[in-house]
């Protein structure tokens, strides 16, 4: 069954990189990889999506490895509004494609002054 | 990204009710919308993928007769909770595909008595 695995939380300081790697053994070919940030109460927002390789945009980075069984999220100098859920997903949501979504169970990043 | 809107974004109804949330894309034409529940302290849990003109795919354990989902127009997405309990009451969050990522709704709480 394909799963995705990340930890369960992470502490950091403000000013400090932080790393979240998500494990996802049985990814597909097709499939995409994708970062959600989420606060309580509100839905997730999108943070970066990637392939392959490298992706950088104006939040984070995304590094995929060669054989796409992990990848990590790097987000650079976090703030306190930085403290929130994020999740990897794995799949795509090209629906035509029938393919599924495998959700993480979401990283607690908790931001400390 | 996309921007998707939820309605309403907090509803408290009695046991036996029925309960409609709307989703709506507000800046792009949605082929494919997708309906999420999550509990709290929970991961995503995607209930049904929503394709306008044509059925909904539910997931496993999905019953498809207590959340009806129309999909009639390409901005408007809407999820009845039929008969609705008390183990009904979560979060429900509706997102947008748009190529092979999803842009979500602020999601609505609903708490059933």
């Known amino acids: 069954l394909a799963k995705t695995t990340q930890p369960i939380s992470m502490d950091s300081y403000e000013g400090q990189e932080v790393n979240i790697t998500c494990s996802h053994n049985n990814i597909a070919t097709n499939d995409y990889i994708t970062w959600y940030q989420q606060f309580p109460s509100q839905g997730p927002r999108f943070i970066i999506q990637g392939y392959k390789t490298k992706v950088t945009n104006e939040v984070a980075s995304l590094f995929i490895p060669a054989d796409r069984k992990s990848s990590t999220l790097s987000l650079p100098r976090v703030s306190l509004s930085d403290t929130a859920v994020y999740y990897c997903l794995v799949g795509g949501a090209n629906a035509g494609n029938n393919r599924k979504l495998i959700w993480g169970l979401g990283t607690s990043l908790a931001v400390n002054p | 990204g996309a921007v998707v809107s939820q309605h309403p974004s907090w509803v408290i109804c009695k046991s036996g009710t029925s309960v409609k949330i709307e989703c709506r894309s507000l800046d792009f034409q949605a082929t494919t919308m997708f309906w999420y529940r999550q509990f709290p302290k929970q991961s995503l849990m995607l209930m049904a993928t929503?394709?306008?003109?044509?059925?909904?795919?539910?997931e496993q354990g999905v019953e498809k007769d207590k959340f009806l989902i129309n999909h009639a127009s390409l901005t408007l997405s809407t999820l009845t909770v039929t008969s609705a309990h008390p183990e009904d009451s979560s979060f429900y969050i509706c997102s947008e595909a748009h190529q092979e990522t999803q842009y979500f709704g602020p999601g609505t709480r609903l708490l059933v008595l």
């Open positions: 929503s394709n306008e003109g044509s059925k909904a795919t539910y």
